[in-house]
């Protein structure tokens, strides 16, 4: 699995937003960002959201992404829209689901797909949110502190 993007968001657009318009909080790219155990991504909208909470950090394929972009035709989606932590290449994170792993010395352990909702049509565009059913990322909990960084292009 390769980093090929790391996202904080200092609050929610989506979460706790239903009824209403999404909100315009930022999605902040960055080259690292720190793991918490048991906390979250520091900084992050949802670090200290409730104990134990599932989704402490998000990961996204960027392969995902691509085929996105090609079968709906919007060329234009961008990774942060999509309001995950971690973009990543190389892994089908479905299979991680109830599984611990490691990433860059950091262990993790996947508890569920990220359902997408409707927001996604308006974020990524037209279509989005049906067709990311299955394979819109992955939560997961923190399993020990550490640093996780962009790697190096390929």
């Known amino acids: 699995m390769n980093i090929v993007g790391l996202y904080i968001s200092p609050g929610h657009n989506f979460f706790g937003h239903h009824g209403g318009p999404a909100g315009t909080q930022p999605a902040i790219e960055l080259p690292a960002i720190e793991c918490v155990a048991g906390r979250g991504v520091r900084s992050d909208r949802f670090f200290d959201y409730a104990p134990d909470y599932k989704g402490q950090i998000t990961f996204f394929s960027i392969e995902v992404l691509e085929r996105l972009r090609d079968e709906l ?13 971690v973009l990543v290449r190389g892994v089908e994170l479905n299979t991680l689901v109830g599984v611990e792993f490691e990433v860059q010395g950091v262990r993790f352990l996947g508890t569920e797909e990220c359902r997408p909702c409707y927001w996604m049509d308006g974020a990524l565009g037209p279509g989005a949110d049906s067709w990311l059913r299955g394979r819109g990322g992955l939560r997961a909990r923190i399993l020990t502190d550490g640093v996780l960084r962009l790697d190096p292009p390929r």
């Open 73 to 85: 035709a919007l060329p234009e989606a961008r990774p942060e829209a999509a309001r995950r932590n």
